[in-house]
């Protein structure tokens, strides 16, 4: 697999951090920090299907029933936010 040099500034104690963890892992900052970053792209990822098939599920459920009301809405919001499928900010309007 070709490799790639990335150049990553973070504050002090975020490096600190990152060195013990992967001292702590038993892994160079590379091979850790490349782990974290694939975490973080697999999340996105994830996010986004959920995101794409909420649309979807809303969309058949309105073609067949009409239109969802504010008031659905919202509370489709506040389920997906304890469910932990959207940011408590907020974050992408799925419905």
Do not use: N
Not at 45 to 51: H, K
């Amino acid at each position: 697999m070709a490799v790639r040099r990335l150049s990553v500034s973070v504050p002090d104690e975020v490096a600190d951090l990152v060195r013990a963890a992967a001292k702590e892992s038993g892994q160079s900052v590379s091979s850790w920090a490349k782990d974290a970053f694939q975490e973080k792209l697999r999340a996105a990822a994830w996010r986004q299907q959920v995101e794409e098939s909420s649309r979807e599920l809303i969309a058949a459920y309105e073609a067949e029933h009409g239109p969802l009301s504010e008031e659905s809405r919202q509370r489709a919001r506040q389920f997906m936010r304890e469910a932990g499928l959207l940011p408590d900010d907020k974050g992408p309007t799925i419905c």
